[in-house]
């Protein structure tokens, strides 16, 4: 792994409303093929870390910097143009589209032949290849959320940002959608991935933060994180209740 993190974020405050902060100094980073890890309690500010990397909150303070470029204060379509995609927990696919019309509208910028890169997606998740023509509003939510990633990189993105992909989805869907995040992982694509599931999440991440409070509390290997007695007590739900 090379030495210059694909992302980087520095001491970074974002919020939705002037003067209250929900993002208080955090730090993150990310290297070409990581899949790091974001979790915490609810209202920690995971999902507004992965909305401010991509540009549809402005840091009021620190720096993101995304292949060696500041793009803090960017718009999302220039983000994207620099070759980051996110996919957010809801409203992350088009309902009235066909699944194959949704890849082509994934792909709207780019200046290539679509149907090889239809075929690759559809050779991702074949169960996609079988509903090609099917509303994706008649999808799982399974198959929606493999949907929405599908769509993300129809655009051969650097880096995928995951926001909540297993939220309310059954025991056997979240299986089969973590089991897609780690097959696009071992292609070479970084993934953040914002998770509310944080015991499946760390273990199968190379790296992951537990944010709490608009901070990052602890970082670390997956594993690490997985088995750390403090982190175990007060965000996975193991030893004694806080």
Known sequence: M??????????VHAGYVKDLDILQGINFKIYPGELVAV?????????????????????HKGKITFNGENIAGLRSD????????????????????????????????????LPPLKDKIFSMFPVLANRRRQRAGTLSGGERQMLA???????????LLLDEPSAALSPLLVNNVFEQI???????????????????ALA????????????????????????????GELYLGAGKAH
Do not use: W
Not at 2 to 11: A, Y
């Open 39 to 59: 979790i915490g309690p609810n209202g920690a500010g995971k999902s507004t870390l992965a909305k401010t990397i991509f540009g549809l909150l402005t840091p």
């Open 204 to 231: 199968m991440a190379h790296r992951g933060y537990v944010l709490d409070t608009g901070r990052d509390r602890f970082s670390g290997p997956g594993t690490e994180l997985l088995n750390d007695p403090k982190v």
């Open 182 to 200: 780690q097959l696009i992982n071992q292609t070479g694509k970084a993934i953040v991935l914002v998770e509310q599931n944080a015991r499946k």
């Open 149 to 159: 990633m599908g769509k993300a990189l129809m655009l051969d993105p650097s880096l």
């Open 78 to 113: 220039q983000i994207v143009q620099r070759g980051m995609c996110y996919v957010p927990q809801i409203s992350n696919v088009f309902s009235s589209l066909t699944v194959e019309e949704n890849l082509e509208m994934g792909a709207f910028i780019r200046k290539v032949p």
């Open 2 to 11: 090379i030495n210059e993190p694909l992302l980087e974020v520095e001491n």
